[in-house]
């Protein structure tokens, strides 16, 4: 999965300023363009997130001290330097730094410093690209999807873009792991303890706004991820208008989850843990069953240089990440162990809207019994109020991610049928159509291999940065 990602993340499109070469004898449109390097955005804002939750969580366990809560302090710090460490490892790890003459970055990374001097690196990187005329290392091809046509296009990559697309790749992975490993649990516990206390300083408030910014960034970093994987021989481009519906789905399904499980914990602490490490080995344990169901043996080349047992335990930390997200939030990704590139890339309607239904009716049923069993706190806290409002928070979630998908996902003209058509389905009984195949804006043959027309060898694709488009 990981040289999988490198793939997609090492894949960087421009469609500005291209200049279409003339037409081959067979019709097809091909265009090369020396692509323009775009700022790395998506650095700075994971950089950003990470040195703002530590630095408030640390200032909220001075608070803690100062007051003498161990117990808060304790709890704070760990999920304060989990996260932070497994981030400094993904760093090493994808950036290969190990077996490099680099102590003084190996060094800031011990000081869980290394995200700041990666992302002084990517900058430095960016400033520099351009002076100087650079050869390119790659040819990038891709079709670029437009009303629902395609057109093959192509890109030449340098080095400095190879460079940037690697600290990219990075930081998304990263990303996500300090929303899910790190930014969820400490959200979560700061609530509890505030209803806990009934008290609500700044530096805890300031602390809880941070993981949630956190959360959703990382969210939207799998959901596009997600895309890019799916969809990764198109050309990917997000709009305002798919990231404003994808903020406001993630947000009002994060929020409304974690609200739920908090209110129901301080109601009946000792029945909530069966049901969070329930929906844990459920999702942790579903794509192993799935895969002894195939008798199927494991994937190869998941990693370079790892050995059987290597890929067991790389396999073992992607499921488990996956069970993770999958608690609190829809992953967007389906995980299959049989394929080399572990993920399902086929738009299964079906368990989306089993998920989301299942969900729905099992924070429905927390609330209730938040209701139902709830302290003296609440009393001037007016209860069939904020369970309406968390039941009508969360189904207005799912309706933006229905809109999202009918309306703004960038490949929903490659859908056989998109969700209103699924949604008949259901109620009517009937089954989905055959997936029809995109029209290029070519109808002639099939495409002939460009490569061969180019004299050079198909090299890795390199796409986007999510946020720039991210």
Request: positive net charge; aromatic residues 10%.
């Amino acid at each position: 999965m990981a040289e999988k990602c490198e793939k997609i993340e090492n894949d960087i499109c421009d469609c500005q300023e291209h200049v279409p070469t003339p037409k081959p004898p067979n019709g097809v449109v091909l265009v090369v363009t020396r692509s323009k390097i775009k700022p790395p955005f998506g650095v700075v804002i994971a950089t950003v997130l990470y040195c703002a939750e530590f630095v408030s969580a640390a200032v909220l366990c001075s608070m803690y001290h100062k007051t003498d809560d161990q117990f808060w302090l304790g709890l704070t710090i760990t999920f304060m330097l989990v996260p932070s460490v497994l981030t400094q490892l993904t760093l090493t790890f994808v950036h290969r730094d190990v077996g490099r003459d680099r102590p003084l970055v190996l060094f800031l990374h011990l000081l869980q410093m290394g995200p700041i001097i990666r992302c002084v690196e990517a900058l430095v990187v960016y400033c520099q690209a351009g002076r100087e005329e650079e050869s390119y290392v790659t040819i990038s091809r891709k079709i670029w999807l437009r009303r629902g046509r395609g057109t093959p296009m192509e890109w030449e990559v340098s080095h400095s873009e190879r460079r940037l697309a690697t600290h990219r790749n990075a930081f998304k992975r990263s990303a996500v792991i300090q929303a899910f490993l790190g930014s969820m649990p400490q959200l979560t516990l700061q609530l509890y303890a505030s209803i806990r206390e009934q008290y609500m300083p700044y530096s805890r408030v300031v602390l809880m706004a941070i993981t949630l910014i956190s959360i959703i960034y990382g969210a939207l970093v799998c959901s596009v991820l997600a895309i890019q994987i799916k969809y990764d021989d198109y050309k990917v481009r997000l709009r305002p208008a798919a990231y404003l519906c994808m903020v406001m789905w993630r947000g009002l399904e994060i929020a409304t989850r974690v609200t739920a499980l908090v209110l129901c914990s301080t109601a009946i602490t000792y029945w909530v843990a069966p049901v969070v490490l329930g929906n844990l080995l459920f999702f942790l344990l579903l794509p192993w069953a799935e895969f002894w169901t195939k008798r199927a043996s494991l994937p190869e080349h998941v990693e370079k240089n790892l050995s059987k047992l290597g890929t067991a335990v790389v396999l073992f930390l992607v499921t488990l990440l996956y069970a993770c997200i999958n608690v609190f939030c829809w992953s967007a990704v389906e995980l299959d162990l049989t394929h080399r590139d572990l993920i399902e890339k086929r738009q299964r309607w079906g368990r989306l809207s089993v998920y989301y239904g299942v969900r729905l009716a099992e924070n429905v049923v927390l609330i209730v019994l938040w209701y139902f069993f709830k302290s003296d706190f609440y009393e001037k806290v007016c209860a069939p109020l904020l369970v309406l409002q968390l039941v009508i928070c969360y189904v207005l979630g799912v309706l933006f991610m229905m809109l999202f998908y009918q309306y703004c996902h960038p490949c929903r003209s490659l859908f056989p049928r998109n969700v209103d058509y699924c949604v008949h389905c259901v109620c009517c009984r009937r089954h989905p159509a055959q997936e029809v195949p995109l029209k290029l804006t070519t109808p002639a043959p099939p495409p002939p291999d460009l490569t061969s027309q180019l004299g050079f060898d198909r090299e890795t694709d390199i796409l986007d940065d999510i946020m720039d488009a991210a």
